[in-house]
């Protein structure tokens, strides 16, 4: 009942393929009947020849019959691979499909809690383990039922009871030994798949941050912390492999007695003249048949005990639910209009015990353009994740167009924000496809428009395929500067009625980012925009700029106002200030 359960997830699926699971296990069924008529055909033969009245056309008519045999054989077995193996590997992009999905649905804080690799794994090895179980899992099961039964029914009625009866004492400690060894194995094979999971999360993180690796000449270090967690992997996979080592073995010993067996009373009832040459021959025959099948009660459970075991662990991610989910009216504003309100705003991180912000109070209008200043770790970055709503913030703290932002479907509210986050991601695709990826449709001509307004086209226009250059990996192939110009056109092709810029004219200099903050107002006129940045240059021209500290705002007002007020936007300001003019002097 327990394997059920855990595959109750796929239930739609295997209804669905109902079919060919019936028409494969037919297959299968006919295949083992048609091999089962083989050592009766041999049986027959050996009497035929021990009897002295064999003749070259009763040769001819056997080879005859055992290669017709064969080919049907053949055939059924085609069948029931095509059927059985083929539905298994849908199922496998069905439940691939099904996981991308729902993690792609997921939260921003699932996957602060997840490690990529630990995911991969799931992805990967899981559901390969989960096919498995559900094709050659399904063909062993039925092997070891069906054969196994229809065996010892051919044995006793077409041969002797009794050598049948003794032939099988060894028959329960097998089964026994097959079921002890499929509980061990569930739980190493569980342990296996989790190692699998630390070794590939190693890998990643460590490819992810190769340049950092190599600037810091920790190549060794790196290769000593791979050594420790693959043999980790390695250690667990031992676990398995040993339990393998000695179950197969024990089987196979177990088989051989039987054999032993039969030679010994099944010779004594030939020369009794209670069967003959000929049924014992037969008899050998089923019996070397039995072998597989009652193995495949071991290796069956074998792969059904590790499917259910990664299952459930894909389980685990699919039955996790995101906190952010829409309104069940289906949201109460079609548009967002611009105005955001912060009503005694505080928030703190699941699982954090102190507060990021706390008692935020402020009104943006629409059309305005709102500064954040403030020291790192002050909550800027997470009052803007909150506008977006990566996180849920209590009812009434924070609206938009005066309704709750929990009443604001996300296709609203993500659609017409325009968010540029301080770490500048592209996809490893070209660079109009990243301009572009909220897949407006727009034409060369209109990225052109965008990426000049973001003061990015002069230095696309230079790559030998300009619009059509593949940026690598997280944009490794261009600067800093250049990653953070295509994000801000990335944004800006949405035309959204709200952009968000989270410090991400950091690495331009200033003459750029003032053209593009020229831009900006020529081209948005109207629309609210909401620039945190480091800079009092970039936040000079700012209608309402707030200064954050510790997650409190402790000044507001525009920058004639705060310059002339001490505190954290004066003291920045004398600095970088005094910066420039040092700057000027050399």
């Known amino acids: 009942m327990n394997v059920i359960k855990s595959f109750l997830r796929l239930k739609d699926f295997l209804l669905e393929h109902k079919r060919y699971y019936f028409l494969g296990i037919g297959s299968l069924l006919l295949t083992n009947l048609a091999q089962l008529i083989i050592p009766k055909l041999l049986g027959n033969l050996t009497d035929l020849v021990a009897s002295g009245d064999f003749a070259r056309g009763d040769l001819l008519a056997f080879l005859v019959r055992f290669v017709l045999l064969s080919l049907v054989i053949a055939l059924f077995r085609y069948y029931w691979r095509i059927n059985i193996m083929g539905t298994a590997r849908k199922m496998e992009y069905t439940l691939r499909n099904m996981l991308f999905e729902h993690l792609q649905g997921l939260s921003t804080d699932f996957f602060n809690h ?57 028959l329960p400690i097998m089964v026994l030994v097959s079921v002890g060894f499929g509980r061990v194995i569930h739980g190493r094979f569980r342990r296996v798949q989790e190692a699998f999971s630390d070794l590939t999360d190693r890998v990643q993180e460590n490819f992810s941050g190769i340049r950092v690796i190599k600037g810091f000449a920790r190549e060794k270090s790196e290769e000593e912390r791979f050594r420790e967690v693959n043999e980790y992997n390695v250690a667990k996979n031992m676990d398995l492999v040993r339990i393998h080592a000695l179950f197969h ?37 089923y019996l070397g048949m039995l072998t597989w099948p009652v193995m495949a009660i071991g290796w069956g459970m074998n792969m059904i005990q590790r499917g259910k075991a990664s299952m459930d662990r894909l389980n685990d991610i699919l039955c996790q639910r995101s906190e952010i989910t829409d309104p069940p009216s289906g949201g109460a504003l079609p548009r967002l209009g611009g105005k955001i309100e912060f009503r005694d705003l505080s928030f703190r991180y699941p699982m954090s015990a102190a507060p990021v912000l706390k008692g935020i109070n402020a009104t943006i209008l629409p059309g305005q353009v709102v500064g954040i200043l403030g020291r790192t770790g002050s909550g800027k970055t997470t009052l803007l994740n909150l506008i977006v709503r990566m996180y849920n913030v209590e009812p009434g703290m924070l609206k938009l167009d005066d309704v709750d932002i929990d009443q604001v479907s996300l296709e609203v509210l993500r659609d017409q924000i325009g968010y540029v986050p301080q770490d500048s991601f592209l996809f490893s695709a070209t660079i109009r496809e990243n301009i572009d990826f909220s897949a407006t449709g727009a034409d060369l001509d209109k990225v052109s428009e965008y990426a000049k307004i973001a003061q990015v086209y002069d230095n696309i226009v230079e790559f030998p395929k300009q619009f059509d250059t593949v940026v690598g990996e997280r944009g490794v192939t261009l600067s800093g500067g250049q990653k953070q110009r295509i994000s801000i056109a990335r944004a800006l092709i949405k ?72 505190g954290l936007y004066k003291e920045l300001y004398q600095k970088q200030l005094l910066e420039e003019q040092i700057e000027s002097v050399s």
């Open 495 to 566: 035309e959204p009625q709200v952009l968000i810029m989270d410090d991400s004219l950091s690495a331009v200099d200033t003459e750029t980012e003032e053209a593009i903050l020229q831009n900006l107002k020529r081209v948005f006129p109207g629309k609210t925009v909401i620039i945190v940045s480091h800079r009092i240059s970039t936040l000079q021209g700012a209608d309402q700029i707030l200064v954050l500290e510790e997650g409190q705002i402790t000044q507001r007002g525009n920058h004639d106002q705060l310059v002339v007020e001490d």
């Open 114 to 170: 997840h490690k990529t690799g630990d995911l991969m794994a799931h992805a990967t090895n899981d559901i390969h383990a989960v096919r498995m179980a559900l094709g050659p899992g399904i063909v062993s099961s039925v092997d070891a039922l069906f054969l196994t039964s229809v065996i010892v029914i051919m044995m006793a009625r077409t041969i002797s009871l009794k050598l049948t009866l003794v032939a099988l004492l060894p």
């Open 249 to 285: 073995p024990l089987v196979g010993y177990l088989a051989a007695l039987s054999f032993i067996i039969v030679l010994g009373y099944g010779g004594t009832l030939v020369l009794d003249g209670s069967i003959t040459i000929g049924d014992f021959v037969a008899f050998n025959s």
